[in-house]
């Protein structure tokens, strides 16, 4: 007899009062699967709290300062043990096949990929695309989302190998990600919210992992971008890509990439900052939290060099 698969199913809160208890009674529809959440709230005041503390069945980590989404996603996962991981937004909905389809799609797929990523669609007729996986856009240091405000039309939907999934709905092998740790780390707190996402994709990719995007699989999701929360959040998030590039890519490109977008950039900053002062305190806050990106560099090139030489031991290559 086949047991189901077993999945803890890891969500970080702040001021979701709105969405969560959607978002749980879809997880605790899903078919053909076994699910465990895991919810950490960042000391919300908006009745958040109130519902994961009245919803059975689910480990609620109350935080009492808001760590940030990398900050509490990791505290989430050091509760995690079951063979596969759902990183998945408060505010996103699981039709109740998805994670059965996720998992299939991932127990099919070589060892060498990590995670697969559902099609996530927006509200409306007809649907909008969300996300069908992050794209790297060095270019102009902004990663996006593949398809993101288009009218899904079905151009999305063949199976593909993407630069990474979006940390909204991922279904993670869990030893694939915890392989990928950095100093206990999982997710990089310096960037607090927004691009740690795709800062662990990146660190994956260069470990020799890989990722899928599965159509067949897909869920709603009510985004909400940085400017949502507020010229903060804004700010930080604008200061994470260059935080991203500088840990990320090789040193003569990130200088490049640096002096090529920071006049623009500086720009829209003081634009921003004028009509909203507080977007200086976040440019601030990201850039005191660049000054250990050196050090964090030098842990993770050596963690990648850790995994690669593993994998060549165990295939015999060396």
Not at 65 to 89: I, K, Q, S
Not at 187 to 200: K, T
Request: aromatic content about 10%; charged content about 25%; proline content about 5%.
């Amino acid at each position: 007899m086949n047991e189901m698969p077993q999945i803890d199913v890891c969500v970080v809160t702040f001021n979701n009062a709105r969405t969560i208890e959607a978002t749980l009674a879809s997880v605790r529809a899903q078919v053909g699967v076994e699910t465990r959440v895991i919810a950490v709230d960042n000391a919300s005041y908006d009745g958040t709290r109130g519902v994961l503390g009245s919803t059975s069945g689910l480990r609620f980590i109350e935080q009492y300062a808001n760590t940030g989404f990398a900050a509490g996603m990791n505290r989430a996962l050091r509760e995690a043990d079951r063979p596969y991981v759902l990183l998945l937004n408060p505010n996103v909905l699981l039709p109740p096949d998805t994670l059965r389809t996720l998992v299939e799609a991932l127990k099919n797929a070589p060892e060498d990929v990590a995670a697969v990523q559902p099609k996530l669609l927006r509200g409306g007729e007809p649907p909008t695309l969300d996300s069908t996986g992050i794209v790297l856009n060095l270019g102009k240091m902004s990663p996006y989302d593949r398809g993101q405000g288009e009218e899904d039309r079905g151009q999305y939907d063949g199976d593909a190998d993407v630069f990474g999934p979006t940390a909204a709905c991922a279904l993670w092998r869990r030893k694939a990600l915890f392989d990928l740790a950095v100093d206990g780390e999982i997710f990089d707190e310096g960037y607090f919210a927004y691009y740690e996402d795709v800062d662990l994709a990146w660190r994956a990719r260069s470990a020799g992992y890989r990722f899928l995007y599965a159509p067949q699989a897909h869920a709603m999701h009510d985004r909400t971008n940085p400017a949502g929360h507020g010229p903060l959040i804004e700010g930080r998030a604008m200061v994470n890509r260059y935080r991203l590039v500088a840990k990320c890519a090789r040193p003569i490109l990130a200088a490049f990439l640096w002096a090529k977008c920071m006049p623009l950039d500086a720009a829209r900053a003081l634009w921003h900052g004028f009509r909203h002062p507080s977007y200086f305190w976040g440019i601030f806050q990201g850039k005191m939290a660049i000054w250990g990106v050196c050090r964090k560099r030098r842990a993770t090139n050596a963690r990648i060099a850790e995994i690669l030489r593993h994998r060549q031991l165990k295939s015999g290559d060396i």
